[in-house]
């Protein structure tokens, strides 16, 4: 079960660090990724971190201002986000991937999905 955290109400320009917290297996075994729906939108791809976190993927939209982190000592993955934008304003999903046969932009990689969080920036 993984249960995200961190969301909330930020202006513009500020920050927050998201958290996805697991339960019951041990997050070192999946690749990790976040996605986000803003209302009335597609899901969208944010970003993705691989078991070891060798490897790192961000959405172009987040590019330079978002980090994904893990510490799988503590079975939790972090989303840093910096320099918020009011169109970061969505609900952000974390979600686990167990197979990585799949692009880790892709949301149908990922079997196991949080309960989201509410991201909103104001202007």
């Known amino acids: 079960q993984l249960q995200a955290s961190g969301g909330g109400l930020v202006q513009a320009g500020g920050s927050l660090r998201l958290s996805c917290a697991a339960s019951?297996?041990?997050?070192?075994?999946?690749?990790m990724g976040w996605f986000r729906q803003a209302p009335g939108k597609e899901r969208e791809f944010v970003a993705a971190?691989?078991?070891?976190?060798?490897?790192?993927y961000y959405g172009d939209s987040v590019k330079g201002r978002f980090t994904v982190s893990r510490d799988n000592a503590k079975n939790t993955v972090y989303l840093q986000m910096n320099s918020l934008k009011p169109e970061d304003t969505a609900i952000y999903y974390c979600?686990?991937?167990?197979?990585?046969?799949?692009?880790?932009?892709?949301?149908?990689?990922?079997?196991?999905w949080g309960q989201g969080t509410l991201v909103t920036v104001s202007s």
């Open positions: 979600a686990a991937d167990p197979l990585i046969s799949a692009s880790a932009y892709s949301s149908q990689a990922y079997a196991y």
């Open positions: 971190i691989s078991r070891n976190s060798f490897r790192t």
């Open positions: 019951g297996s041990a997050l070192s075994g999946y690749r």
